[in-house]
Antibody, heavy 121, light 107 residues
């Protein structure tokens, strides 16, 4: 079964840190480009970060640049998001997503179930 | 950054209705546009990519069209399972951006 499973969410105080993990299975993780997408309660979707299949290229939304770090371990079929200096506005469900790439267009075709991060004192 | 807008923000429709949602980009995307469906408490589901290519397993009542800056998602005959929120998303350039969403609910 093709799936992504996130873990690591929880309650953290403002200024704190959290590390999210995403485990992939049922597809070739090592050749897949991956992203994190978040959704604040009752709000729309926001792309957060991207990493290339080999990990050499990384991109971030302005809202998290300098605070979040994306990484991956292809030997473990795992994607990570290290979140530091967390703010209340980072409260959201965080999804990992596989980017389907091709000449016809890119899109997120596989999504995890999401993990909730709550930043509050 | 490329800004995405959607209209309408919500639509009330009945089973069997034809529903059209419009997505506009602040810059040309060629065909680097995808559509997603999201139901409450669930992850988004890919419907359309490349502006008009139906993702495998998605019913043929869903269709996408457009290029450049204006795109549409059409549901030809609304079914009970289609009541959800729909998002467009551009993958032309980083940062990837989503539209604000269109909620389709029961009339």
């Amino acid at each position: 079964e093709v799936q992504l499973v996130e873990s690591g969410g929880g309650l953290v105080q403002p200024g704190g840190s959290l590390r999210l993990s995403c485990a992939g299975s049922g597809f070739t993780f090592s050749t897949s480009e991956m992203s994190w997408v978040r959704q604040a309660p009752g709000k729309g979707l926001e792309w957060v970060s991207y990493i290339s299949s080999g990990g050499s290229s990384k991109k971030y939304a302005d809202s998290v640049t300098g605070r979040f770090t994306i990484s991956r371990d292809n030997a473990k079929n795992s994607l990570y998001l290290q979140m530091d200096s967390l703010r209340a506005e980072d409260t959201a469900v965080y999804y990992c997503a596989r980017e389907m790439t091709g000449t016809s267009g890119d899109a997120f075709d596989i999504w995890g179930q999401g993990t909730l991060v709550t930043v509050s004192s | 950054d490329i800004q995405m807008t959607q209209s309408p923000s919500s639509v009330s429709a009945s089973v069997g209705d034809r529903v059209t949602i419009t997505c506009r980009a602040s810059q040309g995307l060629s065909s680097w546009l995808a559509w997603y469906q999201q139901k409450p408490g669930k992850a988004p589901k890919l419907l359309i990519y490349g502006a008009s290519i139906l993702q495998s397993g998605v019913p043929s009542r869903f269709s996408g069209s457009g290029s450049g800056t204006v795109f549409t998602l059409t549901i030809s005959s609304l079914q009970p399972e289609d009541f959800a929120t729909y998002y467009c998303q551009q993958s032309n350039s980083f940062p990837f951006t989503f539209g604000p969403g269109t909620k389709v609910d029961i009339k």
